[in-house]
């Protein structure tokens, strides 16, 4: 694999999240090399001299300045706003919002008041049970309940058992079969890729996690089968 390839696919691997054993697997190298590699990176990223004389084309070497610099990006005012308006919708809470935005919870509620920004709340104790009401006959166990409505599996319990009209779904032995997550097995897609494409029980908040659809994989004696795909879709 060429360098200017290997370096893409690193740093697309990292943009999807996955682990190192994740990116190790796909770019096909041992898991060894990646925290040292990806600290030259950083080196690289950050001196502009060390970079230039790096031999990549001019878009890898933008993607790694991108993707690794560790110098602080300066925004006006202006910016800092808009990144507040577009993100204050989809944010969890308060906290969530300050760091992705990279500023102090009491600056984003200042910005956030003199723009006349609506910031989020956490959802209240009864939207949760709400939420648990409604999903709980459709999902398949109580931990993919859990992780749908983002509580604890024994937080959802103790909500059940102190509401008699939540019926929680049975705990299976084994793993029951997902034909649309099968169907992205054999076309040789990534957990990324499966996590992104399959979405969440209520299809418009929580995807399900990569460890799940592993551990889906793996329960259904289909990891063989997959990472031979994965590397026909990568021929």
Known sequence: MALDDFISDLIKCRTQGLTDEETAEALDCSIKILPGYEASLTCLADNKQYLSDLDVSPETKEQI???YSTKKIYLSREQRVQEIRELAPIAYNVPELAEAVGLSESTVRIYAYQEEINL?????????VQEIRELAPIAYNVPEL???????????RNYASQHEDIDLPHVYDGPIRRPEIDDLIVEGCTLQQIKDTIGS???KRTHLSRERIRRYINGTGQHADWVMFKKLRAA
């Open 65 to 67: 300045t991108s993707h």
């Open 120 to 128: 989020p709340t956490p959802a209240s104790r009864e939207q949760r």
């Open 146 to 156: 859990a992780e749908a409505v983002g509580l604890a599996e024994q937080t959802v």
């Open 201 to 203: 029980l209520d299809g």
